[in-house]
T-cell receptor
Framework: AQSVTQLGSHVSVSEGALVLLRCNYSSSVPPYLFWYVQYPNQGLQLLLKYTSAATLVKGINGFEAEFKKSETSFHLTKPSAHMSDAAEYFCAVSDASGGSYIPTFGRGTSLIVHP | NAGVMQNPRHLVRRRGQEARLRCSPMKGHSHVYWYRQLPEEGLKFMVYLQKENIIDESGMPKERFSAEFPKEGPSILRIQQVVRGDSAAYFC?????????????FGPGTRLTVL
């Protein structure tokens, strides 16, 4: 069975500050991990994904995430927040334990960026 | 190359009516997934289909909900005799395959409101 926990339903940062969105996962087999972003009234867009290659994954819009097996974490970071980063962010995990790679999503973290 | 298309974007129904949600996958994609998003919650998997086949419907409510993906035309998610609790955003995603490296691409969603 797989599951995802996103710590903090809301994260508030100032423009230019570091963004850190936390994600911890549970998986009985090696996982594949994703971060998606959802802007208001839109669908989800893939930011980045980890598929067992490099543990530090770089995505679009300056975001990156690091897979830490010992901590079962896949936190999302960005060095400097921009107003346009304000959105809902979802972490997801998938593995083949259920016979397919259908991802399980976390509850989401709303990123608020103050000017 | 058009992305995943969903229509309608907004749908209002009265209790007891039927709701039909349509999803056209990305060109070349034969795998379709439906998710439901309730306020303040993440995406919950409902059903996974390939052309003319339901592969996994473990997330689908047992009654009133059905899905199809015919040989020709879009995938349809059908909700009969809607109730207020069905009010949610319904997202469709498609993928080229179902391996660990395949990415799901999401549509903009259909927001269903049941009065």
């Amino acid at each position: 069975a797989q599951s995802v926990t996103q710590l903090g339903s809301h994260v508030s940062v100032s423009e230019g500050a570091l963004v850190l969105l936390r994600c911890n996962y549970s998986s009985s087999v090696p996982p594949y991990l994703f971060w998606y972003v959802q802007y208001p009234n839109q669908g989800l867009q893939l930011l980045l994904k980890y598929t067992s290659a490099a543990t530090l994954v770089k995505g679009i819009n300056g975001f990156e995430a690091e897979f830490k097996k010992s901590e079962t974490s896949f936190h999302l970071t960005k060095p400097s927040a921009h107003m346009s980063d304000a959105a809902e962010y979802f972490c997801a995990v998938s593995d083949a334990s259920g016979g397919s790679y259908i991802p399980t999503f976390g509850r989401g973290t709303s990123l608020i960026v103050h000017p | 190359n058009a992305g995943v298309m969903q229509n309608p974007r907004h749908l209002v129904r009265r209790r007891g009516q039927e709701a039909r949600l349509r999803c056209s996958p990305m060109k070349g994609h034969s795998h379709v997934y439906w998710y439901r998003q309730l306020p303040e919650e993440g995406l919950k998997f409902m059903v996974y289909l390939q052309k003319e086949n339901i592969i996994d419907e473990s997330g689908m409510p047992k009654e009133r909900f059905s899905a199809e993906f015919p040989k020709e035309g879009p995938s349809i998610l059908r909700i009969q005799q809607v109730v207020r609790g069905d009010s949610a955003a319904y997202f469709c995603a498609s993928s080229l395959g179902v391996t660990s490296t395949d990415t799901q691409y999401f549509g903009p969603g259909t927001r269903l409101t049941v009065l």
